[in-house]
């Protein structure tokens, strides 16, 4: 893979190498929002180049806070940007930034200095229940493992539509959320804080392009539709759910914040780490048949690090080779009945949960729905989120022996209010 100039981008646990240049929105330097790319250490403000009339780039919005205009312009364009900033940054490419001082002032922005927003103006988020593992470790909890997969669950990806409103970037406080829960062995709810406060582990995919309201898309479609991914950390009140979510499913209990990583990694970035479908016990209807390698092969970890702790302690690592669905099995599948699909709207994957307890992508798997503690690796134990607590998720994958980098996911439980009608 060809080098980069750009300090901090050859290192080999950089997230951010010239194989990948992730899309995200930054403020920096007094600057309103706007669009720009990591790479190594520094931002490389779109904008700006543009302006400059070194990136043909029209009608992309750079200059917005949202990435929408940009996603909505097609994979021609996006193929374009990549490839003329790939030739500004390479060591061996064209000099019109590198040779150009004051440009590479304006232009290359150091990340610790800059202020990052959501990459999107989220349209819509649905969540999906793509991992075999954790649908059948959460349905062993819930029903025991006779009855834990239902029978449409090996047929289709399920999902729910989930709150767009309460989509945030990382870094982004947790209020703990008040709702109904029922006591052990009562029979009337009562109200207050979420005692079993958990996490979910997931890989987010992002729509870049529309459908018409009526229109279905075959996989191949699906795929060219999504413009890339981030990592989701779809926080949980597992008490709240369990007694909200019969008949319906979850909705206050999901509905409080769902946190994503703040830089985009697109599909050209992630060529190397896609990967074939897993073996399935049951044929799936043909609009789900995989006619390409639509997996990928990313690498997820969560840390967890308690407001009197001087370190995080890994406590779930797990990999995207263990979803039974992609990305665009759940495009496809949602456009089916032919729901409107808008550029911003984010499918989550659902928890991702490998074979042994380490893998599993959530504490009410870990600790078996609260019956068992899990030791944190320096003092310690959890069965479910406490205030102060702070999650931070990762990902990676390799490509040609270089890391291919989300960034970070993080959050910390702030607490609850006191009583209901309380500001934020």
């Known amino acids: 893979m060809t080098q980069s100039w750009v300090k901090g981008a050859n290192r080999p646990d950089c997230d951010f190498s010239l194989g990948n240049l992730p899309y995200g929105v930054f403020e920096a330097n007094g600057n309103t929002p706007r669009c720009g790319i990591a790479i190594g250490d520094m931002i490389l403000d779109l904008s700006e180049l543009v302006f400059a009339g070194k990136l043909v780039a029209e009608n992309c919005g750079f200059d917005r806070p949202a990435l929408n205009t940009f996603m909505a312009a097609g994979p021609n364009t996006w193929e374009a940007v990549r490839n003329r900033v790939t030739e500004l940054l390479a060591e061996n490419g064209s000099t019109d930034l590198r040779d150009d001082a004051a440009l590479c002032h304006r232009a290359l922005v ?232 808008q550029t911003g709207d984010l499918l989550g994957s659902g928890t991702i949960s490998g074979p042994e307890r380490h893998n599993f992508g959530c504490l009410m798997e870990q600790s078996w729905g609260g019956r068992d503690e899990i030791a944190l690796e320096h003092g310690g134990s959890r069965k479910f989120l406490e205030d102060g607590d702070s999650v931070t998720l990762t990902g990676w994958g390799m490509a040609n022996g270089n890391r291919i980098g989300f960034g970070r996911c993080e959050g910390q439980i702030l607490p609850a209010h006191a009583e209901v009608g309380k500001g934020a």
């Open 110 to 341: 150091p990340q610790s200095s800059a202020q990052m927003h959501l990459p999107i103006e989220v349209k819509g988020y649905t969540d999906f229940y793509a991992g075999r593992q954790h649908a059948f470790n959460s349905g062993s909890i819930l029903r025991g493992p006779e009855n834990a997969l239902p029978p449409n669950w090996s047929h289709m990806p399920i999902g729910y539509n989930g709150r767009a409103s309460t989509v945030v970037v990382s870094g982004t406080p947790v209020r703990r959320p008040l709702g109904q829960t029922l006591p052990p062995g009562g029979d009337s709810p009562v109200i207050g804080p979420s005692r079993r406060l958990d996490i979910e582990v997931e890989f987010g995919a992002i729509v870049g392009i529309s459908t018409e309201l009526g229109q279905t898309l075959t996989l191949a479609e699906a795929w060219e539709h999504l413009f890339g991914f981030v990592l989701l950390n779809d926080w949980s009140a597992r008490d709240i759910q369990r007694w909200e979510g019969q008949p319906l499913g979850p909705f206050q209990s999901k509905a409080f914040a769902t946190s994503i990583s703040p830089w985009v990694v697109t599909r050209a970035a992630l060529e190397a780490c896609r990967r074939s479908a897993p073996a399935r016990d049951k044929a799936l209807l043909p609009y789900l048949h995989e006619t390409a390698p639509y997996f990928f092969d990313i690498t997820l970890e969560a840390h967890l690090k308690p407001a009197d702790a001087d370190r995080a302690s890994r406590i779930v690592q797990c990999n995207t080779t263990q979803l039974t669905y992609s990305a665009p099995q759940l495009l496809a599948h949602h456009a089916l009945c032919g729901c409107r699909m």
